[in-house]
T-cell receptor, first 114, second 112 residues
């Protein structure tokens, strides 16, 4: 079965650079979530989109923005990167309205800021 | 105070042991509850949903106590392959939609 696809798997950037992470949800899933997981930390919710509109917002810095496109894929744009942005970034998708809906996660993008 | 709290462990147990993890959540409006498993540097994977009546899946049993806002996971006959971090996860709103809030995870190490 198709899963959530994230790209790239690994990304190395320098401070003050920008980065774009991509996420392709499971087919027919209409909601995308972005999570950030620092070393030894639990996943922290950043932002979510339902039907291409932002549906919820968590601890996402102002330097980050995200959107969901007409084909339901999502991109997380990160600017003025800081050392503390180094983390695993997970995208998850779900289908709103499914009974006791669950989130399915992609394999993540490991971002290293040097 | 975190919205979802777990004992981080680690829990070191021998093969065949029974181990229990506990979790508390602060949002009484939460409607959906899950246990996810995460292996090192991998994505969280759904282990099981947690229902009010309690539910079992093989060696795994989950319980929910809404009055106490408490969730548990029991693993019987532990296997080496059960070694992982177990994340208690709660829906962050009053409906079945929306973001999931993760606990900090409980690390389990099963030893031969």
């Amino acid at each position: 079965a198709a899963g959530v696809i994230q790209s790239p798997r690994h990304l190395i950037k320098e401070k003050r650079e920008t980065a774009t992470l991509k996420c392709y949800p499971i087919p027919r899933h209409d909601t995308v979530y972005w999570y950030q997981q620092g070393p030894g930390q639990d996943p922290q919710f950043l932002i979510s989109f339902y039907e291409k509109m932002q549906s919820d917002k968590g601890s996402i810095p102002d330097r980050f923005s995200a959107q969901q496109f007409s084909d339901y894929h999502s991109e997380l744009n990160m600017s003025s990167l800081e050392l503390g942005d180094s983390a695993l970034y997970f995208c998850a998708s779900s289908r709103i309205g499914a009974t006791n809906e669950k989130l399915f996660f992609g394999s993540g993008t490991q971002l290293s800021v040097l | 105070r975190k919205e979802v709290e777990q004992d981080p462990g680690p829990f070191n147990v021998p093969e065949g042991a029974t181990v229990a993890f506990n979790c508390t959540y602060s949002n009484s409006a939460s409607q959906s509850f899950f246990w996810y498993r995460q292996d090192c540097r991998k994505e969280p994977k759904l282990l099981m949903s947690v229902y009010s009546s309690g539910n079992e899946d093989g060696r795994f049993t989950a319980q929910l106590n809404r009055a106490s806002q408490y969730i548990s996971l029991l693993i019987r006959d532990s296997k080496l392959s059960d070694s992982a971090t177990y994340l208690c996860v709660v829906n962050g709103g009053s409906s079945n939609t929306g973001k999931l809030i993760f606990g900090q995870g409980t690390t389990l190490q099963v030893k031969p």
